[in-house]
């Protein structure tokens, strides 16, 4: 009987991508992590708590008799080897310590059926309890959680209600529409172009039939991301990526000039990650929402007060609790959409009873992409075809129609899937734009985040050729995810 598949891979393969969805890993010691953003620090990829779990595990460390049992529970298996590095002249105690507590979280994860860095950022500690080798563990309750214990990624502005995001219970069928992704290593871009496709994290090929509790009076079908480069548009037409006709329009150009350019060589077109809420322009995530409301327990009241907003951004909005409200969220305009959905995100509505904008992104999101950190590059790759023409949903003239139209983006172009390639930072890539912005203040003098480093990149396009010199960096990087 042949092995189960989910999105085109099986188990053990997506166990593989698995393994490198941690964050950069820069030369640094613990002192250094102190005063660093969320964007920046390794420690932030591997304990899923964020910044406040660092920083109790620095203030422990600063103590003339630190806790390294809690040091070690507090950052888990996938931090622990990290946290040892970043202490100078630690000791081989004090090293078995550290593995001890985490591993002691591993178990009770496993028991439970949890991830060990989502395990991790549920412990509740008494430092006062415990010996610096030794001590008891317990879950820390949802109530007692904080947003960012709750909902690591940011899948929603305002805080979760008592419900650690990862517990969601999404329930699909595979359509098994899209063919299988197909492994690749770096080092088969060696003297390739690379071009970033920055999308949403949506999944392709999907039933969603429910969330939690609720099932959905109509599943919701999914057909966006990564996976759009193994699915019906590319079996049909070769199609590579779509989106609106002005952001197709700049990659065909910007293609085109890199192969002039870079006489020879392969332009790739490849995924990065955006933000979850970047799925709030897919027809999916409307069609999500909608389905969730039809679920919660929202007073007319309420309603009337989310239509009357609503109405001024679409004087020809449905109403949130018409019984059509699903085709309007599905058949209006991407940034209707995307002010539908975040209104409900606003701390008002969500006291209203307005059900979790999260758990609607959470739902359409790629299984394998759910824990990934935004600015992530590489789980879809292909060469674009530099000679062939746009494809359009509603084309004007002659021009080629498309056979397998995307119901949120109207224009798509051609190429050839290459591959999957194990997800990294972007500033591997995109080097000089990081280097060229580093130490650089924005108008309000604060430091650049990674985001005004993505908008660049997204703004700019650059068209970069894969050195000998970036390959050794993104190499160096995997080897440390699997020490």
Not at 150 to 159: A, E, H, I, M, V
Not at 198 to 224: A, C, K, Q, W
Request: glycine letters at 8%.
């Amino acid at each position: 009987m042949a092995e189960e598949t989910i999105q085109g891979g099986t188990a053990d393969q997506w166990a593989e991508y698995a393994k490198s969805l941690a964050v950069d890993i820069p030369e640094i010691t613990w002192k250094d992590v102190g005063n660093v953003a969320l964007d920046f620090t390794p420690i932030i990829g591997d304990i899923k708590g964020g910044y406040e779990t660092v920083k109790m595990i620095g203030d422990e460390l600063d103590k003339d008799d630190p806790n390294y049992t809690l040091i070690g529970i507090l950052g888990g298996v996938g931090a622990a080897a990290t946290i040892i590095g970043l202490v100078p002249y630690i000791g081989d105690v004090a090293q078995k310590a550290i593995m001890s507590g985490a591993r002691s979280v591993a178990d009770s994860a496993s028991n439970l059926g949890k991830g060990v860095l989502d395990f991790a950022q549920r412990v509740e500690v008494d430092p006062n309890t415990f010996g610096a080798f030794g001590g008891n563990v317990r879950l820390k309750p949802a109530s007692k959680a904080n947003k960012a214990d709750l909902d690591p990624l940011g899948y929603q502005k305002t805080r979760m209600r008592n419900a650690y995001l990862s517990d969601t219970d999404v329930r699909f069928t595979d359509t098994n529409e899209n063919l299988p992704r197909q492994p690749m290593s770096w080092e088969e871009t060696e003297g390739k172009v690379i071009l970033p496709f920055y999308g949403d994290r949506t999944s392709r090929g999907l039933m969603v039939e429910g969330v939690n509790d609720l099932d959905f009076e109509t599943p919701v079908y999914t057909e966006g991301g990564i996976d759009f480069m193994v699915g019906p548009a590319a079996q049909a037409d070769d199609a590579i990526w779509a989106s609106n006709q002005n952001i197709i329009d700049r990659i065909d150009k910007e293609s085109t000039k890199a192969a002039k350019k870079y006489e020879g060589a392969d332009i790739i077109g490849l995924t990065g990650s955006m933000a979850p809420d970047a799925n709030d322009f897919a027809t999916m995530t409307g069609g999500a929402m909608a389905e969730l409301i039809k679920g919660a327990k929202i007073t007319k009241k309420s309603a009337k007060e989310f239509d009357k907003i609503m109405k001024e951004i679409d004087p020809d909005f449905v109403g949130v609790l018409s019984p059509k409200i699903r085709k309007w969220a599905e058949t209006t305009t991407s940034p209707k959409r995307k002010a539908f959905i975040r209104l409900m995100d606003s701390a008002p509505m969500q006291a209203n009873g307005f059900p979790s904008p999260a758990l609607a992104r959470y739902s359409v999101t790629d299984p394998t992409q759910r824990d990934m950190p935004p600015g992530m590059f590489g789980l879809g790759a292909s060469k674009i075809n530099t000679e062939a023409p746009l494809m359009f949903n509603a084309p004007k003239g002659n021009l080629p129609k498309t056979n397998v139209p995307h119901s949120t983006y109207n224009t798509q172009i051609a190429g050839e899937y290459l591959g999957s390639l194990p997800p990294v930072p972007q500033k591997f890539i995109f080097d000089d734009i990081y280097n060229s912005m580093e130490g650089k203040l924005d108008k309000r003098g604060f430091p650049l985040t990674s985001a005004n480093i993505t908008h660049a990149i997204k703004t700019k396009m650059p068209a970069v050729k894969m050195t000998p010199e970036r390959l050794e960096s993104i190499m160096k990087y995997l080897s440390m995810l699997e020490r």
